[in-house]
């Protein structure tokens, strides 16, 4: 039990929708990130927050934005919807300067 | 450009026996690796990791070995279990980096 709890756990939306993701953990952990794990693939990264700002970035689109609240909460925001834009999408809390870091179960998200 | 790779995409082995996975990478700025292991319906779990400054790293049933002049590590159980039926991915991070770089995942299967 990592602690780490996302919601909702399924959603399914249309193409040029918009979605938020949201993340929790009771781990006191100050950083979250952010992976998306497409089918038949490993977790791939999207970005961190850290103190509530970026911290860094895979590649993906700007149309790929965050927060990170004080209580270390975070949101995942996906604007203009596409349908590769399906996926699982994890959220992951560590503390800056470790490697490892804790997931939670993920928000499956489906695009049609 | 997937700078981590899992070769096998699936491993069937007997209860009792050694599971050995194998993960290779190219990025030679790595030097934390870390293995999870993903139940479906669930986060990635962490399992064991080990850092470039040692060849080898246990912890109860879980041994993973690094190699670094193959850039290669590996991941031992022994004795296998039921239980430990489930996808292991294999992730790096140049030290105290932010972002985990992620196999495709082998999926475990333990037959009784």
């Known amino acids: 039990e990592t602690g780490v709890t996302q919601s909702p756990t399924h959603l399914i939306k249309t193409r040029g929708q918009q979605v938020t993701l949201r993340c929790s953990s009771q781990?006191?952990?100050?950083?979250v990130s952010w992976y998306q794990q497409a089918l038949g693939q490993g977790p791939q990264f999207i970005f961190q927050?850290?103190?509530?700002?970026?911290?860094g970035r895979g590649n993906f689109p700007p149309r790929f934005s965050g927060l990170q609240f004080p209580n270390y909460s975070s949101e995942l925001n996906v604007n203009a919807l596409e349908l590769d834009d399906s996926a699982l999408y994890l959220c992951a809390t560590g503390d800056r300067g470790q490697e490892t870091q804790y997931f939670g179960p993920g928000t499956r998200l489906l695009v049609l | 450009d997937q700078q981590v790779k899992q070769n096998s995409p699936s491993l069937s082995v007997q209860e009792g026996r050694i599971s050995i996975l194998n993960c290779d990478y190219t990025?030679?700025?790595?030097?934390?690796f870390l293995w999870y292991k993903k139940y479906p319906a669930e986060g990635p779990t962490f399992l064991i990791s080990i850092s470039s400054i040692k060849d080898k790293n246990e912890d109860g049933r879980f041994t993973v070995f690094l190699n670094k002049s193959a850039k290669h590590l590996s991941l031992h159980i022994v004795p296998s279990q039921p239980g430990d039926s489930a996808v292991y991915f294999c992730?790096?991070?140049?030290?105290?980096?932010?972002?985990?770089?992620f196999g495709a995942g082998t999926t475990v299967t333990v037959r009784a």
């Open positions: 781990s006191g952990h100050n950083t």
């Open positions: 990025n030679s700025m790595f030097d934390y």
């Open positions: 927050y850290y103190r509530e700002e970026e911290n």
């Open positions: 992730a790096a991070s140049p030290h105290g980096d932010y972002k985990l770089s």
